[in-house]
């Protein structure tokens, strides 16, 4: 009898706290409506971020959507960011509410701020529901030529998300020679972004094809890189065979700097790509192995 009344009791308080979660989240939807809250950005971001807070612990939410959609026309970038979580949250599992979440997205696509254009597009490509995919083509491809560099790499990883949902579509669309072509982008961050993303896409057929143009383009802008994307180039680098010996000497002289460099991995990278290259050169790949060996 006593654990029975146990049980009841427990469900009691279930039941108590069920309604109490429903009571609030209908509190919630009057304060996201409330014209007043939405005419005070911090009242109304709290207001976000304790629906947030909620789904974060499990409460369904789900039925504030349309109040969240209506949040997420804001140029207030966190609003904007904690939204997007709270769409693309229900968007994968629910599919009625995933079409509203894409048409939002690609409403933001094509926003004035290349900072929401940037993130619309990072969460559409990171929606794990391949009905999405015949959306994703043109704010894809779109992101891709962007005049922003922060939306150009952003796109370009994009290109490695749909690669995991969809590999056909790569080819399909292009992309692998869009990302080629992408490597004489201005920007460093964003050819850095499309070495990586080439190394995953051609993962089956070795990764990124390094040919004589693209491994003195690179070398040539070496130093515009920070310092993981040096050690990202150098490593890339390894897989090139120069023609001869002044090739060898011409690549020796742009990586010399490099061994004194303040970050230890450049240096690292820089060593191991010279005694690769000097590698069938004895007396100078001895000279230089002293060389390294002393400083």
Same mark, same amino acid.
């Given at each position: 009898p006593?654990?029975?009344?146990?049980?009841?009791?427990?469900?009691?308080?279930? *039941?108590?706290?069920?309604? !109490?979660?429903?009571s609030?989240?209908? +509190?919630?939807? #009057?304060?996201?409506?409330?014209?007043?809250?939405?005419?005070?950005?911090k009242?109304?971001?709290?207001?976000?971020?304790?629906?947030?807070?909620?789904?974060?612990?499990?409460?369904?939410?789900?039925?504030?959507?349309?109040?969240?959609?209506?949040?997420?026309? #804001?140029?207030? $970038?966190?609003? %904007?960011?904690?939204?997007?979580?709270?769409?693309?949250?229900?968007?994968?599992?629910?599919?009625?509410?995933?079409? $509203?979440?894409?048409?939002?997205?690609?409403?933001?696509?094509?926003?004035? @701020?290349?900072?929401?254009?940037? $993130?619309?597009?990072?969460?559409?490509?990171?929606?794990?529901?391949?009905?999405?995919?015949?959306?994703?083509?043109?704010? $894809?491809?779109?992101?891709?030529?962007?005049?922003?560099?922060?939306?150009? %790499?952003?796109?370009?990883?994009?290109?490695?998300?749909?690669?995991?949902?969809?590999?056909?579509?790569?080819?399909?669309?292009?992309? *692998?020679?869009?990302?080629?072509?992408?490597?004489?982008?201005?920007?460093?961050?964003?050819v850095? @972004?499309?070495?990586?993303?080439?190394?995953? *896409?051609?993962?089956? +057929?070795?990764?990124?094809? *390094?040919?004589?143009?693209?491994?003195?383009?690179?070398? !040539?802008?070496?130093?515009e =890189? @920070?310092?993981?994307?040096?050690?990202?180039?150098?490593?890339l680098?390894?897989?090139?065979?120069?023609? @001869?010996?002044?090739?060898?000497?011409?690549i020796? !002289?742009?990586?010399d700097?490099?061994?004194?460099? #303040?970050?230890?991995?450049?240096?690292?990278?820089?060593?191991?790509?010279?005694?690769?290259?000097?590698e069938?050169?004895?007396?100078?790949?001895?000279?230089? =192995?002293?060389?390294?060996?002393?400083?």
């Amino acid at each position: 009898p006593m654990i029975t009344e146990l049980m009841m009791a427990a469900q009691q308080q279930a *039941v108590v706290r069920m309604e !109490n979660k429903k009571s609030e989240v209908g +509190e919630l939807r #009057t304060l996201l409506r409330s014209v007043e809250i939405q005419r005070n950005p911090k009242r109304y971001l709290q207001v976000v971020q304790k629906v947030i807070a909620y789904m974060t612990l499990g409460v369904d939410v789900s039925k504030l959507f349309s109040e969240m959609i209506m949040a997420g026309a #804001t140029q207030h $970038l966190v609003q %904007k960011k904690l939204v997007y979580l709270y769409l693309t949250n229900y968007a994968e599992s629910n599919s009625e509410l995933a079409l $509203l979440t894409i048409n939002t997205l690609q409403k933001d696509c094509r926003d004035r @701020n290349p900072m929401i254009r940037g $993130l619309a597009l990072r969460n559409m490509c990171s929606l794990r529901i391949p009905s999405i995919l015949e959306y994703l083509s043109e704010p $894809l491809q779109a992101g891709l030529a962007d005049r922003s560099a922060y939306v150009r %790499k952003t796109a370009v990883m994009g290109v490695v998300k749909v690669f995991y949902l969809e590999p056909g579509l790569i080819s399909q669309w292009n992309l *692998v020679d869009v990302l080629y072509q992408m490597l004489r982008d201005k920007d460093p961050q964003v050819v850095s @972004n499309c070495i990586s993303a080439l190394n995953e *896409v051609l993962a089956n +057929e070795g990764g990124m094809v *390094v040919n004589t143009k693209i491994a003195h383009y690179l070398m !040539n802008r070496l130093r515009e =890189f @920070n310092e993981w994307g040096q050690c990202q180039v150098m490593d890339l680098l390894s897989r090139y065979s120069p023609a @001869n010996e002044d090739e060898i000497f011409d690549i020796l !002289n742009v990586l010399d700097d490099r061994l004194r460099h #303040t970050n230890s991995g450049v240096v690292l990278a820089a060593t191991r790509l010279i005694l690769q290259f000097t590698e069938d050169l004895a007396d100078i790949h001895h000279d230089i =192995f002293q060389r390294i060996r002393g400083t």
